[in-house]
């Protein structure tokens, strides 16, 4: 079948970049990928793209087909193909190099890194050896699945907003070490991850899981990562009192009047009744002027001494667990 590539040429500034049409004459079942191989081989050897194993392993090749997000070694130009066309973009949110090829290193790799990624032995087995059964890797399979494609962090909503959050790609990377059983660094690390752009600062939307080719499931990891954090003890990174106040807060309210104060949660949020207060003044001003908020205490509903109970008995598990 013979179809049109419009691919994206130029630098990393939108304004420079144009698109260069090629004609191509390949197999419906041929990956996108190899579509613009066989261009870069016979018709243009200046096409940049990134691309390396070719079979869904390395993520590399991760690129917008006719505007949408794909691993394009993994995906036929025959789904691909739209009005007899395909055009094929960068993704957002990566700089861009040149073309369609991104900046991996800025993109995911730094974020990856700051986490110390590898797993740090913890001591157990004879002989600096430790058998690891299937059973005891099930919690991380899915996990270990990553090829690092980026996509997850082309659905998330916080990163559209701020390029610094570390991203579902790079936290799923520190629940895979979290959770393997030859870790020796757990509590580390969900430190590290509870820092100020970190896990505390997703905002569960799920679009990162609806976004994933691999099944790998990152909202959840995130969510399980929290979890993993608060046992261990751990409600924010050093650096980020914020996260763990918010915690504390939201426990409290629901704990002591059955449902959440959120006026009193945001307060304590950002530091307490005075530095707290001071903060959400503008807010709650124009909130009681629209009659959105009111100044009476935050009343109790029915059933709010069972609950408390739920949260005894959760402590009580907790401790044991510990």
Request: proline share 4%; hydrophobic share 35%.
């Amino acid at each position: 079948m013979e179809l049109t590539f419009n691919v994206r040429r130029g630098g990393g500034r939108t304004k420079d970049a144009t698109y260069q049409a090629y004609q191509v004459d390949v197999e419906p079942e041929t990956s996108v990928f190899e579509a613009l191989v066989k261009v870069r081989e016979e018709q243009d050897g200046t096409l940049a793209f990134r691309g390396n194993c070719a079979v869904g392993f390395c993520g590399d090749c991760t690129m917008l087909v006719n505007g949408r997000q794909e691993v394009s070694c993994l995906t036929t130009v025959s789904k691909a193909l739209k009005d007899d066309a395909i055009k094929i973009d960068p993704i957002p949110y990566a700089p861009t190099v040149k073309d369609v090829m991104y900046d991996a290193k800025r993109f995911i790799w730094d974020k990856v890194n700051s986490f110390s990624p590898g797993v740090v032995f913890n001591g157990a087995g004879w002989g600096g050896a430790q058998a690891v059964t299937d059973d005891d890797l099930r919690p991380v399979r899915r996990a270990m699945r990553c090829t690092m494609c980026g996509i997850c962090d082309q659905g998330c909503t916080v990163i559209d907003v701020n390029l610094d959050f570390k991203g579902p790609a790079a936290l799923t990377k520190v629940y895979r070490y979290v959770f393997d059983p030859r870790d020796g660094r757990a509590k580390e690390r969900v430190v590290e991850a509870g820092e100020t752009n970190g896990v505390w600062d997703c905002v569960h939307c799920w679009e990162a899981s609806d976004h994933c080719p691999f099944d790998i499931d990152p909202t959840h990891r995130i969510m399980d990562l929290r979890d993993r954090s608060v046992r261990l003890g751990v409600k924010s990174g050093t650096g980020n009192r914020q996260a763990a106040r918010h915690y504390n807060a939201f426990e409290r309210s629901v704990e002591n009047h059955g449902w959440l104060d959120e006026r009193n949660v945001a307060i304590q949020s950002y530091g307490g009744l005075i530095k707290g207060g001071l903060k959400m003044m503008p807010t709650g001003l124009a909130a009681l002027r629209r009659g959105k908020a009111n100044l009476l205490p935050h009343p109790k509903r029915p059933g709010a001494s069972a609950i408390k109970a739920l949260f005894a008995r959760y402590r009580e598990v907790t401790r044991t667990e510990r």
